[in-house]
């Protein structure tokens, strides 16, 4: 059983066909295709569903697809230690928020691409938590609160958030005074998003509420501007609003608790050395001493 053959399987299950497996590994479709037919002649099972729309996993599949995301991974891990040139190898595929992701963090993968040539990067950016393992991600770069889960975080460096709110929404709603008169207020937010607070040295949580929900930083900030209601967002999208007189900082007395951004890895004994070059060059970038 081949390496690759096994890799272009896990690409043709992730990208759902052929065709887009062929353009994301730089092969052509007859290549990618041959290499299907030799996994499922070893195993003496089909693996895919063809249709003219593209492909889906059977079960014998989808079985073979959680596997063999774990052997490529061992594999390129092995490749890596054992590479006489030092080099970073394989494949790297990183799940990164969007807003935050697309102006802030493409130029840090931009640069780590540039250092280690032989490394392929794979970024998705959505704000939805993807399923790292589910979905084949060896590591997703997260901004906010981390819950607790049985992902492995390492912290890059720590921000600060406020709420806000247009002066146009405080003239027709007032101005809260109290962590209690939110829920008078409107909110605009993620679905089921909850917001922590420290009053007097402690902790609390206010579960907010609002007809405007979002996955996306950006539109949650665009939804504060024009005056839909109140929000809690990262200082990096707001301050300069806040400057510009656009929007104005709300309960400056029970500020939030520090969060950060973290890269979470699935569980492990240790991250591979993909992922520990993606930690150095974000440190490098973003870290405490920055």
């Given at each position: 059983?081949?390496?690759?053959?096994?890799?272009?399987?896990?690409?043709?299950?992730?990208?759902?066909?052929?065709?887009s497996a062929a353009r994301r590994l730089g092969l052509s479709k007859s290549i990618v295709s041959r290499r299907l037919t030799r996994l499922e002649d070893a195993f003496g099972t089909?693996?895919?569903?063809?249709?003219?729309?593209?492909?889906?996993?059977?079960?014998?599949?989808?079985?073979?697809?959680?596997?063999?995301?774990?052997?490529?991974?061992?594999?390129?891990?092995?490749?890596?230690?054992?590479?006489?040139?030092?080099?970073?190898?394989?494949?790297?595929?990183?799940?990164?928020?969007?807003?935050?992701?697309?102006?802030?963090?493409?130029?840090?993968?931009?640069?780590?691409?540039?250092?280690?040539?032989?490394?392929?990067?794979?970024?998705?950016?959505?704000?939805?938590?993807?399923?790292?393992?589910?979905?084949?991600?060896?590591?997703?770069?997260?901004?906010?609160?981390?819950?607790?889960?049985?992902?492995?975080?390492?912290?890059?460096?720590?921000?600060?958030?406020?709420?806000?709110?247009?002066?146009?929404?405080l003239a027709t709603h007032g101005t809260p005074a109290t962590p209690d008169a939110l829920a008078s207020h409107m909110a605009v937010m993620p679905k089921g998003a909850v917001w922590?607070?420290?009053?007097?040295?402690?902790?609390?949580?206010?579960?907010?509420?609002?007809?405007?929900?979002?996955?996306?930083?950006?539109?949650?900030?665009?939804?504060?501007?024009?005056?839909?209601?109140?929000?809690?967002?990262?200082?990096?999208?707001?301050?300069?609003?806040?400057?510009?007189?656009?929007?104005?900082?709300?309960?400056?007395?029970?500020?939030?608790?520090?969060?950060?951004?973290?890269?979470?890895?699935?569980?492990?004994?240790?991250?591979?050395?993909?992922?520990?070059?993606?930690?150095?060059?974000?440190?490098?970038?973003?870290?405490?001493?920055?």
């Open positions: 059983m081949n390496l690759e053959d096994l890799r272009t399987f896990v690409e043709v299950a992730d990208t759902g066909g052929v065709a089909q693996l895919l569903f063809r249709t003219t729309r593209g492909s889906a996993l059977t079960e014998a599949g989808a079985t073979l697809r959680e596997h063999a995301i774990r052997v490529v991974a061992e594999l390129d891990s092995c490749q890596e230690t054992l590479s006489p040139d030092g080099e970073v190898r394989g494949s790297l595929r990183i799940a990164a928020p969007q807003s935050f992701g697309t102006t802030k963090l493409a130029p840090v993968f931009a640069e780590l691409a540039r250092r280690h040539p032989s490394l392929h990067l794979d970024t998705s950016y959505t704000d939805r938590f993807v399923d790292l393992v589910g979905e084949g991600f060896d590591c997703a770069v997260r901004l906010g609160f981390m819950p607790d889960s049985s992902l492995i975080a390492r912290r890059i460096c720590t921000f600060r958030g406020q709420l806000v709110a247009s002066p146009v929404y922590p607070m420290i009053d007097q040295g402690k902790r609390i949580t206010v579960h907010p509420h609002g007809r405007f929900t979002a996955d996306n930083g950006e539109a949650l900030l665009a939804a504060a501007l024009a005056g839909v209601g109140i929000a809690a967002l990262p200082d990096f999208l707001i301050e300069a609003h806040i400057e510009a007189g656009g929007l104005v900082p709300l309960l400056s007395g029970y500020s939030p608790p520090e969060a950060g951004m973290f890269v979470v890895r699935p569980p492990g004994a240790f991250p591979s050395r993909k992922v520990r070059v993606l930690v150095d060059i974000l440190t490098e970038f973003f870290g405490e001493s920055r």
